[in-house]
Protein backbone atom coordinates (compact mmCIF):
# COMPACT_ATOMS: atom_id res chain seq x y z
CA UNK A 1 0.00 0.00 0.00
CA UNK A 2 1.28 3.31 -1.24
CA UNK A 3 0.56 5.36 1.98
CA UNK A 4 1.88 9.53 0.99
CA UNK A 5 3.06 10.94 3.15
CA UNK A 6 3.11 14.90 2.80
CA UNK A 7 4.73 17.37 5.16
CA UNK A 8 5.10 21.06 5.58
CA UNK A 9 3.52 24.43 6.49
CA UNK A 10 2.75 27.48 4.99
CA UNK A 11 4.61 30.29 7.27
CA UNK A 12 5.56 32.98 4.73
CA UNK A 13 8.07 34.37 7.11
CA UNK A 14 10.91 32.67 5.01
CA UNK A 15 10.76 35.55 2.05
CA UNK A 16 10.08 32.41 -0.30
CA UNK A 17 12.55 30.67 -1.94
CA UNK A 18 12.62 31.81 -5.99
CA UNK A 19 14.76 28.74 -6.94
CA UNK A 20 11.84 26.16 -5.27
CA UNK A 21 10.22 23.91 -7.67
CA UNK A 22 6.30 24.26 -7.94
CA UNK A 23 5.36 21.38 -4.84
CA UNK A 24 1.84 20.50 -5.71
CA UNK A 25 -0.36 22.17 -2.74
CA UNK A 26 0.23 20.29 0.25
CA UNK A 27 -1.98 20.85 3.25
CA UNK A 28 -0.03 22.47 5.97
CA UNK A 29 0.77 20.87 9.21
CA UNK A 30 -1.55 22.59 11.05
CA UNK A 31 -4.83 21.34 9.12
CA UNK A 32 -7.94 19.63 10.07
CA UNK A 33 -6.89 17.65 7.04
CA UNK A 34 -3.93 16.40 8.52
CA UNK A 35 -5.06 16.06 11.95
CA UNK A 36 -8.11 13.74 10.19
CA UNK A 37 -5.33 12.10 8.50
CA UNK A 38 -3.29 10.88 11.49
CA UNK A 39 -6.36 9.43 12.97
CA UNK A 40 -6.97 7.54 10.04
CA UNK A 41 -3.68 6.21 9.61
CA UNK A 42 -3.56 5.23 13.04
CA UNK A 43 -6.35 3.44 12.96
CA UNK A 44 -5.25 1.22 9.74
CA UNK A 45 -2.12 -0.16 11.65
CA UNK A 46 -4.19 -1.66 13.81
CA UNK A 47 -2.38 -4.94 13.47
CA UNK A 48 0.32 -3.08 14.99
CA UNK A 49 -1.24 -1.55 18.21
CA UNK A 50 -2.99 -4.59 18.19
CA UNK A 51 -0.07 -6.88 18.52
CA UNK A 52 2.18 -4.35 20.73
CA UNK A 53 -0.97 -3.66 23.17
CA UNK A 54 -1.04 -7.69 23.83
CA UNK A 55 2.84 -8.06 24.04
CA UNK A 56 2.15 -5.15 26.74
CA UNK A 57 -0.12 -7.41 28.57
CA UNK A 58 1.54 -10.29 28.46
CA UNK A 59 4.97 -8.54 29.08
CA UNK A 60 3.84 -7.57 32.12
CA UNK A 61 3.55 -11.31 33.39
CA UNK A 62 6.15 -13.13 31.27
CA UNK A 63 7.52 -16.20 32.72
CA UNK A 64 4.76 -16.11 35.34
CA UNK A 65 2.42 -19.31 35.89
CA UNK A 66 -0.77 -17.95 35.72
CA UNK A 67 -0.05 -14.95 33.48
CA UNK A 68 -2.20 -12.09 32.46
CA UNK A 69 -4.78 -14.19 35.26
CA UNK A 70 -3.38 -12.09 37.84
CA UNK A 71 -4.76 -9.00 36.55
CA UNK A 72 -8.20 -10.95 37.14
CA UNK A 73 -6.98 -12.50 40.56
CA UNK A 74 -5.06 -9.22 42.11
CA UNK A 75 -8.61 -7.50 41.15
CA UNK A 76 -10.79 -9.75 43.02
CA UNK A 77 -8.13 -9.49 45.97
CA UNK A 78 -8.68 -5.56 46.41
CA UNK A 79 -12.50 -5.81 45.67
CA UNK A 80 -13.02 -8.17 48.29
CA UNK A 81 -11.18 -6.38 50.69
CA UNK A 82 -12.48 -3.57 50.04
CA UNK A 83 -15.71 -4.18 49.93
CA UNK A 84 -15.25 -6.00 53.12
CA UNK A 85 -13.68 -3.14 54.83
CA UNK A 86 -15.73 -0.27 53.98
CA UNK A 87 -19.05 -2.56 54.01
CA UNK A 88 -18.28 -2.71 57.63
CA UNK A 89 -17.56 1.07 58.02
CA UNK A 90 -20.64 2.21 56.86
CA UNK A 91 -22.65 -0.71 57.54
CA UNK A 92 -23.20 -1.90 54.11
CA UNK A 93 -25.06 -5.50 53.05
CA UNK A 94 -22.04 -7.48 51.77
CA UNK A 95 -24.76 -9.15 49.15
CA UNK A 96 -25.12 -5.47 47.47
CA UNK A 97 -21.99 -3.72 49.31
CA UNK A 98 -19.52 -5.88 47.41
CA UNK A 99 -20.63 -6.27 43.69
CA UNK A 100 -20.75 -2.62 44.27
CA UNK A 101 -17.34 -1.54 45.02
CA UNK A 102 -16.03 -3.90 42.87
CA UNK A 103 -17.58 -2.72 39.69
CA UNK A 104 -16.62 0.56 40.67
CA UNK A 105 -13.35 -0.54 41.29
CA UNK A 106 -12.84 -1.93 37.66
CA UNK A 107 -14.55 0.83 36.08
CA UNK A 108 -12.19 3.34 37.86
CA UNK A 109 -9.03 0.93 36.79
CA UNK A 110 -9.81 1.54 33.14
CA UNK A 111 -10.11 5.66 33.83
CA UNK A 112 -7.58 5.47 35.94
CA UNK A 113 -5.32 4.15 33.40
CA UNK A 114 -6.32 6.12 30.72
CA UNK A 115 -5.54 9.58 32.82
CA UNK A 116 -2.39 8.26 34.00
CA UNK A 117 -1.33 6.56 30.63
CA UNK A 118 -2.74 9.30 28.61
CA UNK A 119 -0.34 12.08 30.33
CA UNK A 120 2.50 9.94 29.66
CA UNK A 121 1.62 8.52 26.23
CA UNK A 122 3.97 9.98 24.12
CA UNK A 123 6.92 10.53 26.98
CA UNK A 124 6.97 6.79 27.01
CA UNK A 125 7.01 6.46 23.14
CA UNK A 126 9.87 8.49 22.85
CA UNK A 127 12.37 6.05 20.93
CA UNK A 128 9.31 5.27 18.78
CA UNK A 129 8.34 8.33 17.79
CA UNK A 130 11.80 9.99 16.77
CA UNK A 131 13.05 6.89 14.70
CA UNK A 132 9.65 5.55 13.19
CA UNK A 133 7.88 7.79 11.26
CA UNK A 134 4.17 6.61 12.77
CA UNK A 135 0.78 9.00 13.38
CA UNK A 136 0.91 10.00 16.15
CA UNK A 137 -2.26 8.75 17.16
CA UNK A 138 -1.25 4.87 16.91
CA UNK A 139 0.02 5.30 20.81
CA UNK A 140 -3.22 6.66 21.69
CA UNK A 141 -4.74 3.48 20.28
CA UNK A 142 -2.39 1.21 21.67
CA UNK A 143 -2.90 2.32 24.71
CA UNK A 144 -6.81 2.35 25.16
CA UNK A 145 -6.44 -1.27 23.43
CA UNK A 146 -4.57 -2.12 26.72
CA UNK A 147 -6.71 -0.47 28.89
CA UNK A 148 -9.39 -2.56 27.48
CA UNK A 149 -7.55 -6.17 27.67
CA UNK A 150 -7.59 -5.25 31.19
CA UNK A 151 -11.00 -4.44 32.02
CA UNK A 152 -12.09 -7.60 30.12
CA UNK A 153 -9.76 -9.36 32.62
CA UNK A 154 -11.01 -7.56 35.26
CA UNK A 155 -14.78 -8.52 34.04
CA UNK A 156 -13.95 -11.69 35.04
CA UNK A 157 -14.46 -10.44 38.77
CA UNK A 158 -17.93 -8.92 38.03
CA UNK A 159 -19.00 -11.65 36.43
CA UNK A 160 -18.32 -14.27 39.39
CA UNK A 161 -20.11 -11.64 41.86
CA UNK A 162 -22.76 -11.37 39.92
CA UNK A 163 -23.36 -15.01 40.16
CA UNK A 164 -22.13 -15.25 43.78
CA UNK A 165 -24.63 -12.65 44.79
CA UNK A 166 -27.13 -12.14 42.38
CA UNK A 167 -28.19 -8.88 41.14
CA UNK A 168 -31.27 -7.55 39.77
CA UNK A 169 -29.84 -8.13 36.00
CA UNK A 170 -32.34 -6.99 33.42
CA UNK A 171 -31.66 -6.39 29.42
CA UNK A 172 -30.33 -3.12 30.55
CA UNK A 173 -26.90 -4.64 31.26
CA UNK A 174 -26.58 -4.55 27.45
CA UNK A 175 -26.24 -0.38 27.90
CA UNK A 176 -23.33 -1.60 29.32
CA UNK A 177 -21.62 -2.05 26.04
CA UNK A 178 -22.21 1.84 24.55
CA UNK A 179 -21.50 3.28 28.00
CA UNK A 180 -18.18 1.72 27.94
CA UNK A 181 -17.66 3.18 24.40
CA UNK A 182 -18.50 6.50 25.65
CA UNK A 183 -15.67 5.52 28.31
CA UNK A 184 -13.59 4.58 25.28
CA UNK A 185 -14.05 7.66 23.17
CA UNK A 186 -13.39 9.85 26.25
CA UNK A 187 -9.87 7.70 27.58
CA UNK A 188 -8.65 8.57 23.79
CA UNK A 189 -9.75 12.52 23.69
CA UNK A 190 -7.51 12.71 26.82
CA UNK A 191 -5.01 10.94 26.45
CA UNK A 192 -4.18 12.34 23.00
CA UNK A 193 -4.66 15.94 24.21
CA UNK A 194 -3.07 15.29 28.13
CA UNK A 195 -0.14 13.56 26.05
CA UNK A 196 0.22 16.30 23.98
CA UNK A 197 0.41 18.72 26.58
CA UNK A 198 2.95 17.10 28.98
CA UNK A 199 5.23 16.34 26.53
CA UNK A 200 5.66 19.98 25.98
CA UNK A 201 5.24 20.90 29.82
CA UNK A 202 6.40 18.17 31.51
CA UNK A 203 5.12 19.12 35.05
CA UNK A 204 1.50 17.81 33.81
CA UNK A 205 1.76 14.28 34.87
CA UNK A 206 3.08 14.52 38.11
CA UNK A 207 0.21 16.90 38.77
CA UNK A 208 -2.14 14.46 37.33
CA UNK A 209 -0.92 11.87 39.13
CA UNK A 210 -1.50 13.48 42.25
CA UNK A 211 -5.02 14.78 41.30
CA UNK A 212 -6.22 11.09 40.35
CA UNK A 213 -5.53 9.96 43.83
CA UNK A 214 -7.54 12.46 45.40
CA UNK A 215 -10.81 11.99 42.52
CA UNK A 216 -10.78 8.48 44.00
CA UNK A 217 -11.66 9.22 47.00
CA UNK A 218 -13.82 11.94 45.70
CA UNK A 219 -15.86 9.26 43.25
CA UNK A 220 -18.60 7.09 44.67
CA UNK A 221 -16.64 3.78 44.63
CA UNK A 222 -15.87 2.23 47.88
CA UNK A 223 -18.94 4.66 49.36
CA UNK A 224 -22.47 5.15 48.37
CA UNK A 225 -23.69 7.92 46.63
CA UNK A 226 -27.33 7.18 47.94
CA UNK A 227 -26.43 6.66 51.11
CA UNK A 228 -24.60 10.59 51.25
CA UNK A 229 -27.70 12.22 49.56
CA UNK A 230 -28.92 13.18 53.24
CA UNK A 231 -26.33 15.35 53.16
CA UNK A 232 -26.02 19.08 51.89
CA UNK A 233 -22.91 18.65 50.75
CA UNK A 234 -23.02 15.37 48.48
CA UNK A 235 -24.53 17.94 45.58
CA UNK A 236 -20.74 18.63 45.07
CA UNK A 237 -19.99 15.12 43.79
CA UNK A 238 -22.07 15.77 40.78
CA UNK A 239 -19.37 18.59 40.02
CA UNK A 240 -16.40 15.55 39.75
CA UNK A 241 -16.77 14.15 36.05
CA UNK A 242 -15.68 11.01 36.79
CA UNK A 243 -18.53 9.87 38.80
CA UNK A 244 -20.97 10.29 35.87
CA UNK A 245 -18.81 7.73 33.69
CA UNK A 246 -18.84 5.30 36.91
CA UNK A 247 -22.26 5.42 36.93
CA UNK A 248 -23.43 5.07 33.37
CA UNK A 249 -21.18 1.63 32.97
CA UNK A 250 -21.92 0.77 36.63
CA UNK A 251 -25.78 1.13 36.57
CA UNK A 252 -26.08 -1.24 33.81
CA UNK A 253 -23.70 -4.24 35.19
CA UNK A 254 -25.28 -4.23 38.39
CA UNK A 255 -29.33 -3.62 37.37
CA UNK A 256 -29.66 -0.77 39.25
CA UNK A 257 -32.02 1.79 37.44
CA UNK A 258 -30.80 3.78 34.88
CA UNK A 259 -30.27 7.74 35.71
CA UNK A 260 -29.97 9.58 32.30
CA UNK A 261 -28.66 12.98 33.82
CA UNK A 262 -25.67 11.07 34.21
CA UNK A 263 -25.53 9.94 30.24
CA UNK A 264 -26.67 13.54 29.52
CA UNK A 265 -23.40 14.95 31.22
CA UNK A 266 -21.22 12.12 29.82
CA UNK A 267 -22.38 12.96 26.46
CA UNK A 268 -21.56 16.95 26.76
CA UNK A 269 -18.51 15.94 27.71
CA UNK A 270 -17.41 14.11 25.38
CA UNK A 271 -18.32 16.19 22.63
CA UNK A 272 -16.85 19.24 24.22
CA UNK A 273 -13.53 17.13 25.48
CA UNK A 274 -13.28 15.98 21.12
CA UNK A 275 -13.67 18.99 19.70
CA UNK A 276 -10.80 20.95 22.06
CA UNK A 277 -8.72 17.29 22.00
CA UNK A 278 -9.27 17.41 17.95
CA UNK A 279 -8.03 21.15 18.02
CA UNK A 280 -5.25 20.46 20.57
CA UNK A 281 -4.23 17.58 17.54
CA UNK A 282 -4.48 20.07 14.44
CA UNK A 283 -2.14 22.66 16.38
CA UNK A 284 0.51 20.51 17.70
CA UNK A 285 0.35 17.29 16.22
CA UNK A 286 3.45 18.29 14.21
CA UNK A 287 5.42 19.43 16.87
CA UNK A 288 5.63 16.36 19.31
CA UNK A 289 8.51 15.07 17.39
CA UNK A 290 9.80 18.21 18.57
CA UNK A 291 9.03 18.02 21.77
CA UNK A 292 9.58 14.37 22.90
CA UNK B 1 0.16 -4.43 -2.81
CA UNK B 2 3.08 -3.20 -3.61
CA UNK B 3 2.40 -4.69 -7.36
CA UNK B 4 -0.12 -2.10 -7.69
CA UNK B 5 2.05 0.95 -7.22
CA UNK B 6 0.56 4.02 -9.19
CA UNK B 7 1.81 7.11 -7.51
CA UNK B 8 5.51 7.04 -7.94
CA UNK B 9 7.80 7.23 -5.37
CA UNK B 10 8.79 10.92 -5.05
CA UNK B 11 10.47 12.94 -2.20
CA UNK B 12 9.82 17.39 -2.96
CA UNK B 13 11.71 19.58 0.17
CA UNK B 14 11.27 23.31 -0.67
CA UNK B 15 12.49 25.83 1.09
CA UNK B 16 12.27 23.47 4.28
CA UNK B 17 13.68 24.38 7.84
CA UNK B 18 13.93 22.44 10.82
CA UNK B 19 14.60 24.34 14.13
CA UNK B 20 14.48 22.11 17.37
CA UNK B 21 13.45 24.38 20.21
CA UNK B 22 15.91 23.42 23.87
CA UNK B 23 13.69 23.27 26.56
CA UNK B 24 15.89 23.15 29.57
CA UNK B 25 14.40 22.08 32.89
CA UNK B 26 13.24 25.28 34.03
CA UNK B 27 11.82 26.65 30.34
CA UNK B 28 9.75 23.60 29.95
CA UNK B 29 7.71 23.47 33.25
CA UNK B 30 4.51 25.31 33.14
CA UNK B 31 5.59 27.49 35.89
CA UNK B 32 6.98 29.59 33.40
CA UNK B 33 4.95 29.90 31.03
CA UNK B 34 1.90 30.94 33.11
CA UNK B 35 3.83 33.30 35.63
CA UNK B 36 6.01 34.76 32.79
CA UNK B 37 2.53 36.10 30.94
CA UNK B 38 1.16 37.27 34.01
CA UNK B 39 4.52 39.20 35.53
CA UNK B 40 5.65 40.32 32.00
CA UNK B 41 9.12 40.30 30.62
CA UNK B 42 11.92 39.98 33.01
CA UNK B 43 15.64 41.45 31.60
CA UNK B 44 16.46 39.08 28.35
CA UNK B 45 14.32 37.54 26.42
CA UNK B 46 12.73 34.70 27.69
CA UNK B 47 12.21 32.99 24.51
CA UNK B 48 13.39 29.35 24.18
CA UNK B 49 16.84 29.24 22.73
CA UNK B 50 16.44 27.47 19.17
CA UNK B 51 18.82 25.15 16.69
CA UNK B 52 18.43 25.49 13.58
CA UNK B 53 19.16 22.27 11.84
CA UNK B 54 18.23 22.54 8.48
CA UNK B 55 17.95 25.47 7.05
CA UNK B 56 16.89 26.59 2.85
CA UNK B 57 17.04 22.68 2.30
CA UNK B 58 15.79 22.44 -1.38
CA UNK B 59 15.73 19.00 -3.24
CA UNK B 60 13.50 17.12 -5.62
CA UNK B 61 14.49 13.54 -5.85
CA UNK B 62 12.58 10.41 -8.04
CA UNK B 63 12.26 6.73 -8.64
CA UNK B 64 16.15 5.94 -9.41
CA UNK B 65 17.49 8.39 -7.26
CA UNK B 66 21.00 6.58 -5.76
CA UNK B 67 21.60 9.67 -3.38
CA UNK B 68 25.06 9.65 -0.73
CA UNK B 69 24.52 12.36 2.56
CA UNK B 70 28.00 13.61 3.18
CA UNK B 71 29.24 16.35 5.35
CA UNK B 72 30.71 16.54 8.63
CA UNK B 73 29.44 15.54 12.43
CA UNK B 74 26.54 17.78 13.39
CA UNK B 75 25.67 19.32 9.59
CA UNK B 76 22.02 17.64 9.78
CA UNK B 77 22.72 14.49 7.64
CA UNK B 78 20.23 12.43 10.46
CA UNK B 79 17.54 15.41 10.57
CA UNK B 80 17.21 15.75 7.18
CA UNK B 81 16.85 11.74 6.58
CA UNK B 82 13.92 12.30 9.45
CA UNK B 83 12.82 15.10 7.37
CA UNK B 84 12.38 13.27 4.43
CA UNK B 85 10.68 10.00 6.19
CA UNK B 86 7.71 12.50 8.16
CA UNK B 87 8.87 11.86 11.49
CA UNK B 88 10.05 15.72 11.43
CA UNK B 89 7.49 18.12 9.90
CA UNK B 90 9.20 21.56 8.54
CA UNK B 91 8.86 23.94 11.09
CA UNK B 92 9.03 26.79 7.45
CA UNK B 93 8.89 25.63 4.25
CA UNK B 94 7.33 22.52 2.55
CA UNK B 95 8.29 18.68 2.22
CA UNK B 96 5.99 16.24 0.73
CA UNK B 97 7.02 12.57 0.54
CA UNK B 98 4.69 10.19 -1.38
CA UNK B 99 5.47 6.31 -1.21
CA UNK B 100 6.14 3.76 1.43
CA UNK B 101 9.52 5.17 3.90
CA UNK B 102 11.39 2.20 4.92
CA UNK B 103 13.63 4.22 7.83
CA UNK B 104 17.11 2.50 8.42
CA UNK B 105 18.00 4.61 11.53
CA UNK B 106 18.59 2.47 14.31
CA UNK B 107 19.07 -1.23 13.88
CA UNK B 108 17.95 -1.97 17.12
CA UNK B 109 14.50 0.78 17.99
CA UNK B 110 11.22 -1.40 18.01
CA UNK B 111 12.82 -4.42 19.20
CA UNK B 112 12.13 -6.02 22.25
CA UNK B 113 14.43 -8.26 24.49
CA UNK B 114 11.81 -9.88 26.05
CA UNK B 115 9.67 -11.54 23.22
CA UNK B 116 11.20 -14.24 20.72
CA UNK B 117 13.25 -13.77 17.91
CA UNK B 118 10.37 -14.42 15.74
CA UNK B 119 8.25 -11.93 17.26
CA UNK B 120 10.35 -9.59 16.78
CA UNK B 121 10.37 -10.43 13.43
CA UNK B 122 7.45 -9.54 12.87
CA UNK B 123 6.77 -6.60 14.66
CA UNK B 124 10.12 -4.59 13.42
CA UNK B 125 8.39 -5.76 9.66
CA UNK B 126 4.89 -4.09 10.97
CA UNK B 127 7.01 -0.67 11.98
CA UNK B 128 9.34 -0.76 8.54
CA UNK B 129 5.19 -0.38 6.88
CA UNK B 130 4.84 -4.28 6.03
CA UNK B 131 2.04 -6.47 6.62
CA UNK B 132 1.30 -8.90 8.73
CA UNK B 133 0.67 -11.32 5.93
CA UNK B 134 4.09 -10.32 3.98
CA UNK B 135 6.54 -10.76 7.59
CA UNK B 136 5.03 -14.21 7.96
CA UNK B 137 5.94 -15.14 4.01
CA UNK B 138 9.54 -13.73 4.72
CA UNK B 139 10.53 -15.19 8.25
CA UNK B 140 11.55 -18.61 6.38
CA UNK B 141 14.38 -16.36 3.70
CA UNK B 142 15.37 -14.12 7.10
CA UNK B 143 15.77 -17.33 9.04
CA UNK B 144 17.83 -18.57 6.61
CA UNK B 145 19.80 -15.74 6.29
CA UNK B 146 20.60 -14.76 9.99
CA UNK B 147 21.75 -18.79 10.49
CA UNK B 148 20.31 -18.42 13.99
CA UNK B 149 17.64 -21.13 13.23
CA UNK B 150 16.25 -23.00 16.94
CA UNK B 151 17.45 -19.69 18.39
CA UNK B 152 14.54 -17.82 16.69
CA UNK B 153 12.22 -19.04 19.64
CA UNK B 154 14.29 -17.69 21.88
CA UNK B 155 13.84 -14.07 23.69
CA UNK B 156 15.88 -11.22 22.27
CA UNK B 157 17.46 -10.91 24.94
CA UNK B 158 19.59 -14.25 25.29
CA UNK B 159 20.90 -13.31 21.99
CA UNK B 160 24.38 -12.11 21.42
CA UNK B 161 24.80 -8.54 20.05
CA UNK B 162 26.26 -9.83 17.12
CA UNK B 163 23.04 -11.87 16.63
CA UNK B 164 21.28 -8.98 17.23
CA UNK B 165 22.59 -7.02 14.40
CA UNK B 166 22.28 -10.62 12.44
CA UNK B 167 18.30 -10.59 13.02
CA UNK B 168 17.89 -6.34 12.67
CA UNK B 169 19.86 -6.85 8.80
CA UNK B 170 17.80 -9.79 8.32
CA UNK B 171 14.40 -7.87 9.09
CA UNK B 172 15.76 -5.08 7.20
CA UNK B 173 17.00 -6.67 4.16
CA UNK B 174 13.65 -8.60 3.64
CA UNK B 175 11.39 -5.64 3.01
CA UNK B 176 10.19 -3.98 -0.57
CA UNK B 177 10.35 -0.68 0.27
CA UNK B 178 10.00 2.13 -2.02
CA UNK B 179 12.47 4.40 -0.24
CA UNK B 180 14.38 3.41 1.28
CA UNK B 181 16.86 5.67 4.23
CA UNK B 182 19.94 4.64 5.55
CA UNK B 183 21.67 5.97 8.11
CA UNK B 184 25.21 4.31 8.80
CA UNK B 185 25.82 2.48 11.62
CA UNK B 186 25.44 -0.63 9.57
CA UNK B 187 28.56 -2.87 10.96
CA UNK B 188 29.64 -4.68 13.98
CA UNK B 189 29.25 -8.39 12.51
CA UNK B 190 31.84 -10.73 11.64
CA UNK B 191 33.71 -10.45 7.69
CA UNK B 192 32.07 -13.19 6.71
CA UNK B 193 28.43 -12.49 7.76
CA UNK B 194 29.01 -8.60 6.44
CA UNK B 195 29.73 -10.23 3.11
CA UNK B 196 26.69 -11.78 2.82
CA UNK B 197 24.87 -8.86 4.09
CA UNK B 198 26.56 -6.99 1.05
CA UNK B 199 24.88 -8.69 -1.23
CA UNK B 200 21.60 -8.97 0.41
CA UNK B 201 21.77 -4.57 1.01
CA UNK B 202 22.80 -4.83 -2.75
CA UNK B 203 19.67 -6.57 -3.56
CA UNK B 204 17.37 -4.12 -1.29
CA UNK B 205 18.86 -1.30 -2.81
CA UNK B 206 18.16 -2.72 -6.25
CA UNK B 207 14.64 -3.36 -5.09
CA UNK B 208 13.82 0.34 -3.58
CA UNK B 209 12.70 3.05 -5.79
CA UNK B 210 14.76 6.04 -3.92
CA UNK B 211 17.98 5.79 -1.89
CA UNK B 212 19.37 8.12 0.36
CA UNK B 213 21.93 6.81 2.11
CA UNK B 214 23.71 9.12 4.51
CA UNK B 215 27.76 7.38 5.57
CA UNK B 216 31.54 8.27 6.20
CA UNK B 217 32.25 5.11 4.63
CA UNK B 218 33.44 6.16 0.67
CA UNK B 219 33.79 2.69 -0.11
CA UNK B 220 30.02 1.65 0.70
CA UNK B 221 28.90 5.04 -0.75
CA UNK B 222 30.82 4.32 -3.90
CA UNK B 223 29.08 1.09 -4.52
CA UNK B 224 25.41 2.29 -3.19
CA UNK B 225 25.07 5.57 -4.45
CA UNK B 226 25.46 7.89 -7.86
CA UNK B 227 24.85 11.41 -6.44
CA UNK B 228 25.29 13.17 -3.54
CA UNK B 229 24.67 16.11 -1.25
CA UNK B 230 26.88 17.77 0.84
CA UNK B 231 24.97 19.07 3.90
CA UNK B 232 27.18 21.44 6.03
CA UNK B 233 25.65 23.57 9.32
CA UNK B 234 22.71 22.50 7.55
CA UNK B 235 22.66 23.51 4.62
CA UNK B 236 22.97 22.03 0.98
CA UNK B 237 26.55 23.05 0.12
CA UNK B 238 26.39 21.47 -3.17
CA UNK B 239 24.41 18.50 -4.54
CA UNK B 240 25.67 16.78 -8.19
CA UNK B 241 27.09 13.68 -9.25
CA UNK B 242 29.19 11.51 -6.41
CA UNK B 243 32.10 11.96 -7.93
CA UNK B 244 32.23 15.62 -7.79
CA UNK B 245 30.89 16.08 -4.25
CA UNK B 246 33.05 13.93 -2.67
CA UNK B 247 36.11 15.41 -4.69
CA UNK B 248 34.68 18.67 -3.12
CA UNK B 249 34.20 17.60 0.29
CA UNK B 250 37.22 15.90 0.72
CA UNK B 251 39.39 17.91 -1.18
CA UNK B 252 40.83 15.18 -3.25
CA UNK B 253 39.30 12.07 -5.73
CA UNK B 254 38.40 9.68 -3.75
CA UNK B 255 36.85 7.48 -6.38
CA UNK B 256 39.39 7.57 -8.37
CA UNK B 257 42.07 6.23 -5.41
CA UNK B 258 39.77 3.73 -5.23
CA UNK B 259 40.38 2.83 -8.88
CA UNK B 260 36.67 3.20 -10.20
Partial sequence: MAQPVTTGNHRADDGGQPSAPALPDVPGSRSWQRAFGDLGAGWRQRSLWGYLGWQDIKQRYRRSVLGPLWISISMGVIATAMGILYGALFGEPIHTFLPYVATGLLIWNFVNGCILEGSEVFIANEGLIRFLPAPISLHVYRLLWRQTLFFLHNLVIWLLLVIVFPQPLSATVLLAVPAFLLLLINGGWLAMMSGIIATRFRDIPPIIASLTQLLFFMTPIVWSYERLKSNPLSAYVELNPVMHFVEIVRQPLLGQPIVWRHWAVVGAITVVGCAVSLICLRNYRSRVAYWV | ?260
Fill in chain 2, 1 to 260: MTASTPPEPSIDIAGAAVDFPIFDAKTRSLKKAVLGRAGGRIGTDSKVPIIEALRDITLSLRRGARVALVGHNGAGKSTLLRLMSGIYEPTRGRAMVVGKVAPVFDLAVGMDPEISGLDNILIRGLFLGMTRKQMEARVDDIATFTELGDYLSMPLRTYSTGMRVRLALGVVTSIDPEILLLDEGIGAVDAEFLAKARTRLFELVERSGILVFASHSDEFLADLCDTAIWLEHGTVREHGPLREVLHHYKGRDVLAEMGR
